[in-house]
């Protein structure tokens, strides 16, 4: 499968514990997309990498997230001393930069309970 | 700020209906719009953007600068068809993608 993959495809914890993602994306694709969906609700953004720089960070993101990106190849999402209110389904994409930036390739996401 | 609109949760329409997919955008530049679709159990995937003007599986969608508006429409219903569709904008200078709420379409045979 050369598709976008994620892991752990379930997570779940408990209130105040950290948690860390991670994202491995379409091999030749530079953009990496991390998104958050609740019940409901369309994928909410939450940040986004071009190779290893991180281009914007939502202002609705608590500091208690952060992403890396490191050698412009997979990625990972830390969620620190999490909340009830952290539960929800964690999406990675990836597109290229170069051709059709826009076209967004999904992974299956991870879903996150916190207890 | 860029924002997408979806202003129905749930469309139903019987197989064989028109369908019309509502969606408006906020952008005070020269938005790209796209439409995404996720079938059950499937991942969320491109099904079509304004500049290709394509269409596909029997989806178009026309953007109208003047109301804003980026609505999906397919001429005859299929079972198929069942899905979230989400509207999604992205602005100028390849900026980040961002998404509408969602509509659930579910065609009734």
């Known amino acids: 499968d050369t598709g976008v993959s994620q892991d752990p495809r379930h997570k779940i914890t408990k209130r105040g514990q950290n948690v860390t993602f991670r994202c491995d994306p379409i091999?030749?694709?530079?953009?990496l997309y991390w998104y958050r969906q609740t019940l409901g609700q369309g994928p909410e953004f939450l940040t986004y990498?071009?190779?290893?720089?991180?281009?914007?960070k939502s202002r609705l993101l608590s500091d208690r997230f952060s992403a890396e990106r490191p050698k412009g190849s997979f990625s990972t999402l830390e969620i620190q001393r999490t909340e009830q209110g952290d539960s929800a389904m964690y999406l990675c994409?990836?597109?290229?930069?170069?051709?059709?930036?826009?076209?967004?390739?999904f992974g299956s996401g991870t879903q996150l309970s916190v207890l | 700020a860029q924002r997408v609109t979806q202003p129905e949760k749930l469309l139903s329409v019987f197989k064989g209906a028109p369908v019309e997919l509502k969606c408006n955008y906020s952008?005070?530049?020269?938005?790209?719009l796209f439409w995404y679709v996720q079938y059950s159990r499937q991942r969320l995937q491109l099904l079509l953007r304004?500049?290709s003007r394509e269409s596909i599986k029997g989806f178009t969608a026309d953007l109208n600068k003047g109301e804003t508006s980026f609505h999906l429409k397919k001429p005859f219903a299929q079972e198929e068809d069942s899905a979230m569709y989400y509207c999604a904008l992205s602005g100028e200078g390849y900026q980040k993608v961002t998404f509408g709420t969602g509509t659930k379409l579910q065609v009734i045979p």
């Open positions: 304004h500049i």
């Open positions: 091999s030749e694709h530079n953009r």
């Open positions: 994409a990836s597109s290229s930069y170069r051709r059709d930036y826009e076209k967004l390739f």
């Open positions: 990498f071009q190779n290893e720089a991180q281009l914007e």
């Open positions: 952008y005070s530049g020269s938005p790209e």
